[in-house]
């Protein structure tokens, strides 16, 4: 029996996964391909056993997760493919429709906190699987990444930053989510959950020693260079989860509790 894990095809976690791959540390696992939201409802329904996922996820349904110490997908400063697209100034946003990606949870909420908590707007949102057909929309991962480089002059909101400016600390989009039941000793999965969590905090070490190896071939090349790929691994990119990260975590959490309920 394989351990069933979730796989982000993300320029954000593929330094892990190529690690991974490269000194095959994989063959115990059946790889599952998927968006976040994709990938947080087969965590939900028990299809998977363990993935990078949405932090709002373990958030959210911390009874039936538990998450792999150490790692996580966060930004420091800046994340550079969580953005906000649009024609107008943050400001002029207010009563305004926002497209949003139909392939995040975290950002969505994120998006409110700084909209609505931090800047006091009450802009309406609509969930789209072709968001940059609106005059303003939020895209995150490859997708922004891409755009942001084609972009035709709508002005640009990188929401890690707009966190870091009000709070001061890093943002964590997503975390090694694990189901609960996993965990436990007794589990016919948990000697290779073991063997997955201590691979994942190696990968996590030394992936910065194949930096230039894997951006060689590394299919964003096709709209970036190979100097802005390895900024975006090495400067935007933090795969700590340290007492700081789970500050922000909680910080998250609370504004989260503060939102009003919305149904999009």
Known sequence: MKLKVGWIQYANVYPIFYVLEKENLLEDVHLVKGVPSQLNWALR??????????????LLNQELYDYIDGICI?????????????????????????????????????????????????????????????????????????YRKLNNGKKVYDLANLWY?????????????????????ENKLYTKYIQLK????????????YF?????DYYLKDFMTEEEILYYWKENMDYELTEKHKKSLETFKNYINLLEFLKY
């Open 165 to 185: 400016q009000h709070t001061g600390l890093p943002f964590v989009f997503a975390l090694w989510i694990v189901r609960k039941e996993i965990t436990y000793p």
């Open 45 to 58: 329904n028990n299809l998977i056993d363990v993935s990078p996922s949405s932090s709002v996820e373990y």
């Open 212 to 216: 230039s190896e894997m951006v060689k």
């Open 74 to 146: 966060s930004s420091k400063e800046y994340v550079g493919s969580v953005l906000l697209f649009s024609e107008h100034e943050l400001e002029k946003i207010d009563g305004e429709k926002i497209l949003l990606t139909d392939q995040s949870a975290t950002s969505h909420l994120l998006l409110r906190i700084i909209l609505e908590k931090f800047m006091g707007l009450k802009p309406f949102y609509d969930i789209s699987s072709a968001p940059h057909t609106g005059e303003s929309f939020l895209l995150i991962g490859d997708d922004a990444l891409r």
């Open 198 to 209: 201590d691979r994942l905090l190696y990968a996590r070490n030394k992936c910065k020693a």
